[in-house]
């Protein structure tokens, strides 16, 4: 990464390592989903005489798919690790790991939490009101397709979450966080029930110190009609009243958004133009989008944007999104400006990539001393 001169870069490292200790005075809450992720290769040609060789991109899987027509065929998945999924899990593991007090609002198991979700009750605040969803990731070099079974989660309505949680815990939560994040709007269908429960029964009642930052990332919205992406969006700005609302958006996902809000059929080498028609249809704080190559974001100030660091062999890709996000919102609660908070947004996320776990604070610092 050539874009910051001498000084920015710096002043990000320095910057970082300074102000890193305050992290353990910020509080942050997130919901509202939970799953259990096999991530799997799927095996394209086997030989005991030869290494087994795999599927590279969503692409040649899907060729060979379409290839075999009307033919019954089978393939074999081999599994790389069972972990804890979920845009929430994973984002709250990463904030954690950099040293944040965290809450979760999920699906982590109940009446006990699932054990896969165990190794976060030392960094996190877990509240889990249901089971776990279950999903299978088939992972490529190039991409990844996720397989969820939602189970009951789509059939839980808000006066259950409220209840099973407690109206006192989102009260005292949502009341002293710097940083209130709500995910996986796309993947539940009664998303949109919950955060008009949270507009209607919590928010006017808290009483935050001052506008937490507000955290929305979609996931993938292909599946939703234009109806509910444009209840959706309106939600998103009926929590402007509230909070400091950052809509996170992947390509895809930013795609399907400005088709919806603006009729205008953009490619995906215009993201820039297509993150500004975004900001300008929806009055919020910040729309950032983030890619493989590089992340944008636009606010009052104008366009920012930073290239990603390069990883050649990444170890895992689910959750990198997750990790970008976690970095980027760390930057935001230290203060950092909005090109510097997507720095250590890659930087998060590139860590994440090459070692499969999300980095602590030290390792961040370490990380951007060498690449920078």
């Not at 429960?197 to 928010?203: A, I, K, T, Y």
């Not at 809509?247 to 088709?259: D, F, T, V």
């Amino acid at each position: 990464m050539r874009e910051l001169d001498d000084l920015s870069r710096r002043a990000t490292i320095e910057g970082l390592r300074d102000r890193a200790p305050t992290l353990a005075h910020k509080t942050v809450t997130l919901g509202f989903d939970g799953f259990i992720d096999s991530v799997v290769r799927v095996i394209l040609h086997k030989d005991n005489q030869q290494p087994t060789s795999y599927f590279q991109s969503p692409h040649d899987f899907g060729k060979y798919i379409v290839e075999k027509g009307e033919k019954n065929f089978s393939l074999e998945l081999e599994e790389i690790t069972t972990k804890l999924g979920g845009n929430m899990p994973i984002m709250s593991n990463a904030l954690s790991q950099l040293g944040l007090s965290v809450s979760c609002i999920g699906s982590l198991g109940y009446p006990d939490v699932h054990p896969v979700f165990l190794p976060m009750q030392s960094n996190c605040d877990l509240h889990s009101f249901a089971n776990p969803g279950v999903s299978k990731v088939l992972e490529f070099t190039t991409g990844k397709i996720m397989l969820a079974e939602m189970e009951a989660l789509n059939r839980i309505p808000w006066e259950f979450i409220r209840d099973r949680v407690g109206i006192n815990v989102f009260l005292d939560l949502f009341g002293k966080s710097d940083l209130i994040a709500l995910l996986n709007w796309s993947e539940m269908d009664n998303s949109a029930d919950s955060w008009k429960g949270l507009l209607r029964d919590v928010l006017p009642h808290s009483t935050p110190g001052k506008k937490p930052i507000g955290f929305f990332d979609l996931s993938d919205c292909s599946k939703r009609s234009n109806e509910r992406i444009q209840e959706a969006i309106a939600l998103i700005q009926s929590f402007s009243a509230y909070l400091d609302v950052v809509l996170s958006l992947n390509l895809n996902e930013a795609i399907i958004i400005h088709s919806v809000l603006t009729q205008k059929k953009y490619n995906e080498d215009q993201v820039e133009e297509i993150c500004k028609d975004i900001f300008d249809n929806i009055q919020i704080d910040t729309v950032m989008i983030h890619h493989s190559r590089q992340a944008i974001a636009w606010n009052a100030e104008g366009l920012h944007k930073r290239k990603s660091f390069f990883v050649k062999s990444p170890t895992i890709l689910t959750g990198s999104g997750d990790n970008f996000n976690a970095g980027f919102c760390t930057g935001r609660l230290l203060g950092f400006d909005i090109g510097t908070s997507l720095v250590l947004g890659h930087a998060t996320s590139n860590v994440y990539m090459q070692s499969g776990q999300s980095p602590s604070a030290t390792q961040l610092v370490e990380f951007l001393s060498e690449n920078l």
